[in-house]
């Protein structure tokens, strides 16, 4: 069984850091996209992050590029979202989730299907 469990959310102020971190357990972490997902009070939930399966390769969508960092350690099963200069609008629940397709193509970072969540953590900016 396939376990996600995210930490370091919390309240900060706008143009404050705050890194999250995602340890996945139950199957071979390496094999597997890792991506990062946000969703706000009465919003769609959004993809925010995604890194290949060899952590070579990374995709941000346009509002947290420049800000944020995605990164993960294989050796740790452990995916890193590290996010700068946060803002108001970056308030949201923080989902990790693990790809589906094994190995990815880094030319569909953008697509990655994700096959299980974790529970959430909550980040809110304050202006």
């Known amino acids: 069984q396939v376990q996600l469990v995210e930490s370091g959310g919390g309240l900060v102020q706008a143009g404050g850091s705050l890194r999250l971190s995602c340890v996945a357990s139950g199957r071979t972490f390496s094999d597997y996209a890792m991506g990062w997902f946000r969703q706000a009070p009465g919003e769609e939930r959004e993809l925010v992050a995604v890194?290949?399966?060899?952590?070579?390769?990374?995709y941000y969508a346009d509002s947290v590029k420049g800000r944020f960092t995605i990164f993960r350690d294989n050796a740790k099963n452990t995916v890193y979202l590290h996010m700068d200069s946060l803002k108001p609008e970056d308030t949201a629940v923080y989902s990790c989730?693990?790809?589906?397709?094994?190995?990815?193509?880094?030319?569909?970072?953008?697509?990655?299907?994700?096959?299980?969540w974790g529970q959430g953590t909550q980040v809110t900016v304050s202006s």
């Open positions: 989730a693990t790809d589906s397709n094994y190995r990815r193509s880094a030319l569909s970072l953008e697509a990655i299907s994700p096959a299980y």
């Open positions: 890194i290949s399966w060899s952590g070579s390769y990374t």
